[in-house]
């Protein structure tokens, strides 16, 4: 089955195809002609667009660590880790109630837990090597460029790093993914922050 843009296109293409004749012959091809390339520009960019969704993606379907991930399943995964530090912060949404942060730290991986009341929720998981990522795009190494190509222009760059947002990664929303670059202008870790709200 066609994609809804190859379809308008097709449509347009014909049009200018049965358009050509009758008086305003020149004037009706130099417009059909332009919402033709219209059309195939905006098609192109929604393709881009889709791309660049799919490819954040990846870094929370089949990433690191699924969404809601245990400190069991942190251990599962990566093994003991060689520090847990622990941290706590007033809940966001209920007065007087406090949430416990639990840093969970590897040699390439950091982990955050949050536990708010009774839930334990996958809060951020930062990697620092490829073979950590799962099969997500391993873009540890890559040049802005790079991830300007792959992805766009970013959302933001705080501290010189690129930030892009997936709303729609998650039934939440509000996914983000945050590519740390180093001095030379390379990816040298890669933040994923899944909703917590």
Known sequence: MREPHTRILTALILMVAAGCGGDDEDTTDTALADSVAAAAAAASADSASRAATEGLRAYFDSGPLAAGATREEVRSRFGEPREVRV???????????????????????????????????????????????????????????????????????????????????????????????????????????HPVD
Do not use: W
């Not at 416990?100 to 620092?128: C, G, I, K, P, W």
């Not at 099969?135 to 190494?141: E, Q, R, T, V």
């Open 87 to 193: 941290e706590t912060e007033p809940n966001r949404h209920v007065p007087d109630a406090v949430d416990s942060l639990f840093h969970m730290l590897y040699d390439d991986v950091e982990v955050t837990l949050r536990q708010a009341q009774s839930n334990t929720l996958l809060e951020s998981v930062v990697v620092r090597s490829n073979d950590r990522l799962g099969s997500a795009p391993p873009l540890i190494g890559a040049s802005d460029a790079e991830l300007r190509q792959r992805f766009g222009e970013p959302e933001g760059t705080p501290e010189g790093h690129f930030l892009y947002r997936c709303e729609t990664c998650s039934e939440l929303g509000g996914n983000v993914v945050i590519f740390r670059l180093g001095k030379g202008g390379t990816v040298e870790a890669i933040e994923i922050r």
